[in-house]
């Protein structure tokens, strides 16, 4: 009975831990910022397209959800992946490209909001990368905690404005 | 309460810095009401005597290090003539022998800073922060734009006019040029403006997110946060934005550059090991190492002039708070609520935001005042020295 019960369980935390390793790998270097050590920490950005940019009359920014990401984290949790296998899949069979917007709630300093907006819009471009979706085809951007998705305070706003937005250059 | 008090010492005493540091250096001097010099204001004629004395009196009395009192009790008497582009500025000593005797040139407002900021030197040894400029943020048109005015605040004048987003701005330290983060392309690019003439370039538009810029004490190099590698890491450019040199190599979020006064390291920000915390690297390349404050979530530090302490920003509960820290040891300690610290000239004065207002805060007193309100929200204030 008890097995039965945490069997799923175990499966799901192993899932997300693998997962988590996978694209964030945030918390477990420690190495204090120098640039001693040569591990890899991302995949280096493409050049941008010229006259294109996420808030552009030539993206679409409805054709797939947002992410949404925990309170100052840039882990993606497991009930996000169907998204990302979504976008991975129209990448992989098509010649569109995408650029990625990230968000953060108001709950942090400015300039610190646009690198973790940036971190989330990364996290979900590795995930997409490990997908198979084609890196060259992937550009971030972060706004910060500017342009939220609801106004005012309190959890469920900011749950939604904690995101990474999904544009497709047509 | 008295338990917390005790811990938080606990606290600041395991994160503070190496203890055999500490004691080597006096961290404050305390200056009470009767240590301030006694000056008077005397006889300033000219075309706009009368305005100039205002301005400078206000000036001096932001300063910190005077009691304006009447010429008889006064152990210095200010005077001059004051008209046009120019003002002839003269300070005497009680025994009437001349301590100061200089021209100054400028705007009606600017003449007279100068003046003020002579005035300090001349009497404390200390340099004076009033003819300097800051910077900020404000939302008051319904778009985050910029803004510079004099350190009191007067002459506020919007510098970007893109109904997009602009924030981050940096004042170069001799406040000609302002570096900041703009949305125009859609993208979050550095753009530097002249603040004479006005004109704007962009000047670094990697791929990702280019945000963060900060110039070296000596106006030549910034340290800018680029995202182009694949994650947001801290670097160093050129003054226009070229040759970018990549410091860090972490996982976490990078952010908020601050210079050393010898332009020889920086400090920055950087969640690598969880949440955001300092660290301190040399500005030509090396380790990042952690800078212990005792506080769990720390931005936007801004190194002093004298080198000797930072101030920044903690979150504690919902809100934020301004902290200082001692360099040397001794650890942090929260001076005001407020975000975005900066130095002035002197060492002595903050700068930071608190919701609609930009504060001054004299950190040795504690005695704060609202020098900008009613643009709006406030953020990421700047200040050249």
């Given amino acids: ?82 998204k990302i296998d979504e976008v991975a899949d129209f990448l992989k069979s098509g010649a569109n490209t995408l650029i990625i917007a990230g968000f953060t709630d108001e709950r942090g300093t400015p300039e610190y909001n646009r690198g973790l907006g940036e971190r989330r819009a990364q996290a979900v471009r590795e995930a997409l990368i490990s997908a198979g979706a084609d890196a060259s085809k992937i550009q971030t951007v972060s706004f910060g905690a500017e342009m939220p998705a609801a106004s005012g305070g309190g959890e469920s706003a900011w749950a939604k404005n904690r995101r990474a937005e999904f544009g497709v250059v047509r | 309460m008295k338990k917390l008090h005790a811990f938080s010492l606990l606290a600041i005493s395991i994160f503070a810095g ?42 001096l009395a ?107 701005p940096r004042l170069s330290p001799d406040g000609r040029t302002l570096v900041y983060t703009g949305y125009k392309s859609g993208y979050a690019d550095v753009y530097e403006i002249e603040l004479g003439s006005g004109a704007r370039s962009r000047i670094i538009k990697f791929p990702g997110t280019n945000t963060g810029a900060s110039y070296s004490p000596d106006g030549r190099q910034l340290a800018v946060i680029l995202s182009k590698d694949g994650n947001p890491e801290l670097y160093t450019t050129s003054a226009g934005g070229g040759g970018a040199r990549r410091l860090t190599r972490t996982t976490g979020v990078e952010s908020t550059p601050t210079w050393s006064p010898d332009g020889g390291e920086l400090i920055y920000s950087s969640d690598d090991r969880g949440t955001p915390q300092l660290y301190r690297i040399p500005s030509g390349g090396g380790t990042g190492r952690l800078v212990g404050t005792g506080h769990s ?89």
Wanted: glycine share 16%; net charge neutral; proline share 4%.
């Fill in chain 2, 18 to 59: 190496p203890p055999l540091l500490r004691g080597a250096d006096t961290p404050t001097i305390t200056i009470s009401k009767s240590d301030k010099l006694a000056v008077a204001i005397g006889n300033l004629g000219g075309a706009d005597g009368a305005q100039a004395a205002k301005i400078l009196q206000n000036d």
């Fill in chain 2, 62 to 168: 932001m300063s910190g290090y005077f009691n304006l009192v009447p010429a008889a009790s006064a152990g210095f008497v200010i005077g001059g003539t004051s008209g046009g582009a120019s003002l002839a500025g003269s300070v005497t000593d009680r025994a009437g022998k001349t301590v100061l005797s200089q021209t100054f040139s400028g705007t009606a407002r600017g003449k007279v800073h100068a003046f003020a900021d002579e005035i300090v030197e001349t009497l404390t040894g200390s340099k004076g922060f009033a003819n300097t400029k800051v910077a900020f943020v404000a939302s008051r048109s319904g778009h985050k734009e910029i803004y510079v005015a004099d350190a009191d605040g007067s002459g506020v004048q919007q510098l970007t006019n893109d109904a997009n987003i602009s924030v981050g």
């Fill in chain 1, 1 to 82: 009975m008890k097995t039965h019960h945490f069997l799923p369980l175990a499966l799901a935390a192993l899932f997300a831990l693998t997962f988590t390793a996978c694209v964030n790998g945030k918390k477990k270097t420690g190495g204090g910022g120098g640039v001693e050590g040569d591990f890899v920490t991302g995949t280096p950005l493409p050049e941008r397209q010229e006259g294109v940019s996420f808030l552009g009359s030539n993206v679409d920014r409805s054709k797939f959800r947002p992410v949404y990401f925990s309170f100052d984290s840039v882990a993606l949790d497991g009930g996000e992946r169907g």
């Fill in chain 2, 297 to 385: 979530y720390n931005t936007e530090p801004n190194w002093s002039p004298d080198g000797k302490k930072i101030a920044f920003t903690v979150r504690s509960g919902g809100g934020f708070s301004v902290a200082i820290l001692d360099l040397a040891g001794g650890g942090a300690r929260i001076v005001a609520s407020g975000e975005g610290p900066a130095w002035g000239a002197d060492s002595r004065h903050l700068i930071f935001a608190d919701g609609g207002a930009l504060i001054l805060l004299d950190a040795q007193t504690g005695q704060k005042t609202t020098v900008v309100s009613g643009f709006g929200k406030i953020s990421e204030p700047t200040w050249s020295r």
